[in-house]
């Protein structure tokens, strides 16, 4: 089985941008999380949704958006990148039932210059 | 909220065993979990503990104290290859909100 896939695999842009990332989940999960994961830190968490409908969100700024879609499939939309934005993001899935656990994708490596 | 205390670095000898502690203060619980991530990979599940007690799974095991805020992982016959950070993250809230701590850096050495 697939897991949780994420798309780009690394993406460069210039502050002020915006990007839009990508993410598949495990066939059969409904949960989606998102991470940002900067050097040295563990993955501080975004958001989460659950059956298209946002459950949680971490403390990052207005700037972050995300969304998730009727096959669960999600996308990470950030706007006005700063320098500061330039970190691994993750995707998790899971079952969204509280006792399992959460599968990551790979990542994606966003670079701001 | 939720603060995660695990040390930054540990270095063990192969062949060894090795305990990396993780301490944490919450205001809802609902498990706790253990990632290994290599350098440059996505964190990989090792284990989630609910109910106090030790678990094992072959040669990681995990251990709960909830009275005292407190686990740690075990790791057994130590290999190369088990060099990376290893994470301890919390469950709480009414979803599925994951804390995550800064992560234990590994290193085995001959």
């Known amino acids: 089985d697939a897991g949780v896939t994420q798309s780009p695999t690394h993406l460069i842009k210039t502050r002020g941008q915006q990007v839009t990332l990508r993410c598949s989940p495990i066939?059969?999960?409904?949960?989606v999380s998102w991470y940002q994961q900067v050097l040295g830190q563990g993955p501080q968490f975004i958001f989460q949704y659950y059956e298209k409908e946002e459950r949680g969100r971490g403390n990052f700024p207005d700037r972050f958006s995300a969304r998730q879609f009727p096959n669960y499939s999600s996308e990470l939309n950030v706007n006005a990148l700063l320098l500061g934005d330039s970190a691994l993001y993750l995707c998790?899935?899971?079952?969204?039932?509280?006792?399992?656990?959460?599968?990551f994708g790979d990542g994606t490596r966003l670079s701001i210059l | 909220g939720q603060n995660i205390d695990q040390p930054t670095e540990m270095t063990a000898t192969e062949g060894a065993i090795v305990q990396i502690n993780c301490t944490y203060q919450?205001?809802?619980?609902?498990?706790l979990f253990w990632y290994q991530q290599h350098a440059g990979e996505a964190p990989t599940f090792l284990s989630y503990n609910v109910l106090d007690g030790l678990e094992e799974k072959g040669r990681f095991s995990s251990f709960l104290s909830r009275s005292k805020g407190y686990s740690y992982l075990l790791l057994k016959e130590l290999q190369m290859k088990d060099s990376a950070s290893y994470l301890c993250?919390?469950?709480?809230?009414?979803?599925?909100?994951?804390?995550f701590g800064t992560g234990t850096k590994l290193q085995v050495i001959p």
């Open positions: 998790a899935s899971s079952t969204g039932r509280n006792n399992q656990p959460q599968h």
């Open positions: 919450t205001s809802g619980f609902n498990g």
């Open positions: 993250a919390l469950n709480s809230g009414g979803y599925q909100k994951v804390t």
């Open positions: 066939s059969g999960h409904k949960s």
